[in-house]
């Protein structure tokens, strides 16, 4: 198990791995093992999922996967694993893989059920439908966006996507400088530093007018739109 899931050594590898051992055992025999284990570690699943919603924040993501053979569905069929994981300054790190045969709203909203904490995610419309949380979004993918429009840009000179990653990574500094603080320090320096960074950063947004379907317009349009979750409830400090 941990020389697949850990080391990505496919099964049908560590077959003849054995073999060279003398050992004959199919690569059959090797998945029934997984699939027994992963049933037999449902309740420390259950354990790590009622830790990680006990926490104040909860960040979640989902990605494309391919099932080959799964009932009443096609191969071709794109399946998502969704990952939930617990924010950096907690005492004890969760993360969790769920498995789901759609992206739908549904799922996240099953998995989290009464969950009241915040939830950072990408912006995706399906973590809007989950009731009872306070709504985060993501530095990293507004800087991302950013990144890619200066990488589309074809002046090689300091411009708009440079002065947008300028303002992140001032932020990212005040972040780092933080890391090690108590929780009402970091808060207070984020007040003191963050804040007016934070108000320059939107003005500046707000100023600009550029054609909205380039990269540049879709990152500006990406900053503005997650703006309010990027901030608490008052527009204080970024998550």
């Known amino acids: ?43 420390i699943i259950d354990t790590m999922k009622a830790q990680l919603v006990s926490e104040p924040l909860i960040c979640a993501d989902e990605t494309t996967v391919q099932v080959l053979k799964e009932a009443d569905r096609k191969a071709q069929s794109t399946s998502y694993m969704w990952v939930y994981r617990s924010g950096e300054f907690t005492d004890h790190p969760v993360v969790i893989y769920d498995y789901q045969p759609s992206r739908a709203g549904a799922c996240v909203r099953e998995f989290l059920g009464d969950y009241q904490g915040y939830l950072l995610s990408d912006g995706y419309s399906a973590y809007d439908t989950v009731d009872g949380v306070t709504q985060a979004a993501c530095m990293a993918h507004v800087r991302r966006k950013f990144t890619d429009a ?31 603080l108590s929780a009402e320090a970091r ?43 990027l901030t608490d409830l008052s527009g204080r400090w970024p998550h």
């Open 1 to 43: 198990m941990t020389a697949k899931y850990v080391d990505a050594l496919p099964l049908y590898r560590q077959v003849d791995m054995l073999n060279r051992a003398g050992i004959d055992i199919s690569r059959a025999t090797l998945a029934n093992w997984c699939v027994q284990l992963g049933s037999k570690v449902d309740v």
């Open 150 to 180: 200066q990488k589309a840009s074809p002046s090689k000179k300091a411009g708009k996507p440079e002065k947008a990653l300028t303002f992140i990574n001032k932020l990212y500094g005040i972040e780092r400088r933080g890391k090690h």
């Open 187 to 229: 808060q207070q320096l984020r007040q003191q530093e963050s804040l007016p960074l934070l108000n320059d950063f939107k003005r500046w947004l707000d100023s600009l007018h550029v054609l909205p379907k380039g990269a540049l317009g879709q990152a500006i349009t990406y900053a503005k739109n997650q703006w309010p979750k």
